[in-house]
C-alpha cells in the first residue's frame, strides 16, 4: 500500500513509522523546512517540505497513485481542504480526516456535502479524553476503547489461584452485555470460545462489553479463591 500523509508531528511521524514497519510505503508532506529535513532521515520514504493544500505538491507526492491520503496536522481547516483536494485529483483514494476540536467533528460528520470527501475523522484528543476518563471511572484493565457504542474490549490475566480457572464459559455467569471472544493459554494458543470452553489453568481472556458491565466482570473474573 501506497500512503501519503499530511503533517509530520508527533502523529504523523509514528503513523509513517508504522506503516512502514509494515511494509508499506509512504510518503510525507512537512511545511516546516527543519522537521522536513529532520525526517528525512528519521524514514525511509519520501519527506516533502511543502503544503498539501497546494495541487502541485500533492501531485508532486504522487497522490494519484496513492492508495491513502491522512490529513494529520493539527489544523482542521487545512486537514479538511487537503483531503478535498486529494479526493478530488484520486476519488478512489481512502482520506483519513483528523480533528482536533470535537466540536468541528461533530459539524463536518453532519455535512451531507462534505462528508463525500473523506472516508475517516479521527479525533486523537477525543480518543485520549474518553481512555482517561474510562481508565479514571473503571481502572485496571487493558483496554480498547468503542466510544460511540459504549463498550470496550478488556483484557485479563488469570492464574492457578483465579476463581475463574479451568471453569466453563457458559458457567461463569458473566453480566448481560457481555461476551468472552478470545482465550489464550499460558503458552499463548488462541482458542475462540463457546459456551462449552473451558478456560485454562493459566492464561488470558478478553471481552467485549458495554461499558455498565465492566465493573461486575472485574469482580468476577479477577477474584482469587477463597476470597
Not at 516533502?48 to 502541485?56: P, S
Not at 460511540?148 to 464459559?169: C, L, T, W, Y
Not at 469482580?219 to 479463591?225: A, D, Y
Amino acid at each position: 500500500m501506497f500512503v501519503v500523509i499530511m503533517g509530520a508531528g508527533r502523529v504523523g511521524y509514528l503513523v509513517a513509522k508504522m506503516l512502514e514497519a509494515e511494509g508499506h510505503d509512504v510518503t510525507i508532506i512537512e511545511m516546516n523546512k527543519e522537521r522536513a529535513k529532520e525526517l528525512s532521515l528519521l524514514i525511509n520514504g519520501l519527506v516533502i517540505e511543502g503544503d498539501a493544500t497546494d495541487q502541485k505538491t500533492l501531485e508532486e507526492a504522487n497522490i494519484k497513485q496513492a492508495d491513502a491520503f491522512a490529513a494529520l496536522t493539527g489544523r482542521d481547516d487545512a486537514n479538511l481542504l487537503a483531503c478535498i483536494l486529494a479526493k478530488h485529483l484520486n476519488p478512489k483514494v481512502t482520506t483519513i480526516l483528523r480533528v482536533s476540536n470535537p466540536k468541528n467533528k461533530e459539524v463536518f460528520e453532519r455535512v451531507e456535502d462534505l462528508k463525500r470527501y473523506f472516508d475517516f475523522v479521527i479525533s486523537p484528543e477525543e480518543i485520549a479524553a474518553n481512555y482517561i476518563f474510562r481508565s479514571i471511572v473503571t481502572p485496571g484493565f487493558d483496554r480498547v476503547l468503542f466510544p460511540k457504542e459504549g463498550a470496550e474490549i478488556v483484557q485479563f490475566k488469570i492464574d492457578e489461584n483465579s476463581e475463574v480457572a479451568e471453569k466453563v464459559v457458559k458457567d461463569l455467569g458473566l453480566p448481560k452485555d457481555s461476551l468472552i471472544v478470545a482465550i489464550y493459554d499460558e503458552k499463548g494458543n488462541l482458542v475462540i470460545p463457546s459456551g462449552d470452553t473451558k478456560l485454562p489453568k493459566k492464561g488470558q481472556i478478553v471481552i467485549f462489553a458495554k461499558n455498565n458491565a465492566l465493573k461486575e466482570i472485574k469482580s468476577l473474573i479477577e477474584k482469587k479463591k477463597n476470597e
